[in-house]
């Protein structure tokens, strides 16, 4: 905060001492004087007054080169390219020749606007005026085209340059990082230094982004000893993106002796950089201190901070430390923020099912909803089982202001999947086709497992083969797919054919290729896939792995296996595996092992009906009618309710829900007459076929 009020005091007391230095040179009569003008100009295009900066410019008796360069580098500045753009044509028409520092200015603009088509008309111009070999004209040709995607033509300019500066490297490498082009970018990087170039925080932080994966930390740490080498530790910069590459190449220790070392030249940025770290690797409580470090040190958690922590508290065992944070942000006066608000409703929503109305109280007191708000509360309701309520919601998007992006997609698509409407998934098919967006890898992906789920595995391939194949999400849908459709070979199939293509595997790749191994009953080549996880893929088995292990065992009737497994597990196993384990012990009648396994859950979900549910119908199924009872006992002791199993039916593009017993559908009454006639009609039935049984024996009986 204090850095914050620090700036804002300089930047008034810059423009202070322009406007005294305007006054008196009008007093003086000395704004005739085209350096006294340029000067006040130029004092008012840096304190980003442009109002007052086109005043004097428009006022100027006389004006040279300098002035109009002035003008448009204060527009390019200040994010008005367009205006800058107009400006320099004026320059044209007046008859002022452009030099290098004009197009330095406008080249700079066309950068950041992105607009290669100008940025050729000035390559053109530069190369008509003679100023192609301009070290500054041709650093910034070379910025702009590695800025707009064009790394091979930012090249071409880099190597038609007889002088090369820092600038001039700095760039091109930073073009080769935007395009995610690592050989070349460490390439250059090498021959920089092989030229005698200094390297400077302006080489070093954007190359850091491309150290984002464990499979690179020597390189990481190689590139850290040229940091220090150099000098360029105590740069924010430099610094800030160590922390962040440390963090994702897995060394969290790494990335906090980094941060330790920074005391006393730390910005915001630092402290964002390693409560991102914390938050990455789940050190929620190490995050949290550092959020009070940070404001007990004097620095002012911004928007970033804010979203980061709460985004970290959204798991149920967090839900009071939301709760918390939220009181923060309404004492900060922060509720207002859009992106503060929406982080607030993932949170409520992923907490627990009974913050539904906190999460729509925040929405609806938004006053502006962005699509980050709809996309929000969309996928709430879709990752809840709210499902009714999503395709609700988004018909209210789509007839709205809101743009629908491969966010809203991929979550209506799911609610489809989940209620297995198949005609509407087909409609919102259509949408997407409509859109554009049905090659993007998410929504390529929730149709795919929309049709999967459906049962028509056949339109879940032509999702698959019409999209790009270089994402595993696609490739992860599909293998599911087959998985769940009984086609476990076919999965494996492309499995194999994924890694031909050298598409990189990820741990739900590994999860859809147990579950089909489960589904196949291939126990043995499910556990080499298990076994090979960290050795060949260097991706380490998480609990779901572990939960498709235990299925797969337990499909195959080895709970002993299942059980040693468990045993073996490098954590503490959590509910989901319990729940597989007991599935298993149901499907084969082991009530001793069943019951270990009940108790553990009941430790661990004391609340969740399903536990109770399965062991008390085991119980039964083996009449022992007294265990049965002491479930049902400790049920009722605990306040445990059984949940109604929902149906529904897709009619007429309106979905209808039912439970048992309900009176909520607003036909209800012409639906139980209509269900009393065919219980009627079925016990009438049931009759004759008795009576006919009866008949038929007393005949025999009597041959």
């Given at each position: ?10 930047t ?62 204060g ?8 205006a ?111 030229e ?52 994702e ?38 995050a ?39 009181g ?17 409703i ?9 913050s ?111 999209t790009?194949k ?28 994924m890694?031909?293509e ?55 009737g080895?709970?002993?296996k ?9 954590f ?27 108790d ?92 006919k ?11």
């Open positions: 905060m204090r850095v914050f009020h620090s700036l804002v005091g300089s008034v007391n810059a423009l202070r001492k322009v406007s005294i230095t305007h006054c008196r040179e009008i007093k003086l009569g000395a704004l005739a004087d085209v350096y006294c003008a340029n000067n006040i100009l130029n004092g008012y295009a840096r304190c980003q007054h442009l109002c007052l900066a086109h005043q004097v410019f428009d006022e100027m008796p006389h004006r040279d080169t300098v002035s109009w360069n002035t003008i448009i580098a527009n390019v500045n200040c994010g008005e390219f367009e800058a753009w107009e400006i320099l044509r004026s320059m044209r028409r007046c008859g002022f020749d452009f030099d290098g520092y004009t197009f330095g200015s406008i080249l700079k603009g066309v950068a950041c606007a992105l607009r290669y088509d100008l940025g050729r008309q000035v390559h053109s111009l530069v190369v008509k005026v003679g100023y192609a070999s301009n070290v500054y004209s041709g650093s910034a040709l070379l910025d702009m085209y590695a800025k707009c995607g064009r790394v091979e033509d930012a090249y071409v300019v880099f190597e038609s340059l007889p002088q090369r500066n820092s600038v001039s490297w700095n760039a091109l490498i930073a073009g080769y990082v935007q395009a995610g082009d690592r050989s070349t970018t460490f390439w250059l990087l090498h021959c920089m230094e092989q005698g170039m200094q390297l400077e925080d302006g080489t070093i932080a954007p190359l850091l982004t491309l150290l984002d994966d464990a499979e690179f930390y020597e390189y990481l740490v190689q590139i850290h000893c040229k940091i220090i080498k150099h000098g360029l530790g105590c740069e924010s910069t430099v610094c800030n993106a160590t922390i962040t590459s440390y963090s190449c897995g060394s969290i220790e790494e990335a906090e002796r980094v941060f330790d070392g920074s005391f006393g030249k730390r910005d915001l940025v630092t402290w964002n950089s390693m409560l991102a770290a914390y938050l990455v690797h789940g050190k929620e409580q190490l949290c201190k550092l959020f009070l470090d940070m404001q007990r040190l004097g620095f002012e958690p911004d928007i970033y901070s804010y979203t980061s922590i709460i985004t970290a508290y959204s798991e149920e065992v967090h839900k009071n430390h939301g709760r918390s944070f939220h923060l942000v309404i004492k900060r006066g922060l509720e207002k923020s859009g992106p503060i608000s929406n982080a607030l993932a949170m409520y929503l992923k907490s627990s099912n009974n539904l109305e906190e999460a729509l109280h925040i929405f609806e007191s938004l006053e502006f909803k962005d699509r980050v708000s709809w996309n929000s509360i969309l996928t709430g309701f879709s990752q809840n089982g709210w499902n009714e309520d999503a395709l609700r919601l988004f018909g209210h998007m789509r007839y709205g202001e809101v743009e629908v992006d491969h966010y809203a997609f991929s979550a209506v698509l799911r609610s489809c999947s989940d209620l297995g409407t198949l005609n509407l998934g087909q409609q919102v098919h259509a949408l997407t086709l409509r859109s554009g967006l049905e090659s993007n890898e998410f929504v390529a992906s929730s149709l795919i497992s929309m049709y999967s789920k459906c049962g028509i595995i056949d339109d879940a391939r032509k999702s698959f083969e019409e790009p270089d994402s595993a999400i696609t490739w992860n849908s599909i293998i599911f797919g087959y998985a769940q459709n009984g086609q476990g070979y076919v999965a494996l199939d492309l499995f194999s054919q890694k031909k050298k598409v990189k595997l990820d741990h739900i790749t590994f999860v859809a290729i147990l579950t089909a191994c489960s589904h196949m009953g291939l126990v043995e080549q499910g556990c080499k896939f298990l076994n090979s996880m960290k050795s060949e893929y260097t991706i380490a088995p998480r609990m779901e792995h572990y939960a498709c292990a235990v299925d797969l065992y337990g499909r195959a080895h709970l002993d299942a059980k040693a497994l468990i045993e073996e597990m490098p503490e196993p959590d509910a989901m595996v319990w729940k597989t384990l007991l599935g298993a012990c149901r499907a084969c009648g082991n009530i001793e092992l069943a019951s270990q396994v009940a553990y859950l009941l430790v661990l979900e004391p609340e969740e009906h399903c536990t109770y549910v399965l062991l008390s119908d085991m119980y039964g199924h083996l009449k022992r009618w007294d265990a049965k009872a002491s479930v049902k006992k400790l049920m009722r002791e605990r306040g445990v309710r059984k949940v109604p199993g929902w149906s529904w039916i897709e009619l007429n593009n309106e979905v209808h829900a039912f439970k048992a017993e309900d009176h909520s559908h607003p036909q209800c009454e012409e639906i139980y007459f209509v269900l009393g006639i065919l219980m009627e009609e079925i016990k009438r039935l049931d009759i004759v076929a008795n009576l049984q009866s008949l038929g024996e007393g005949d025999d009986g009597g041959t």
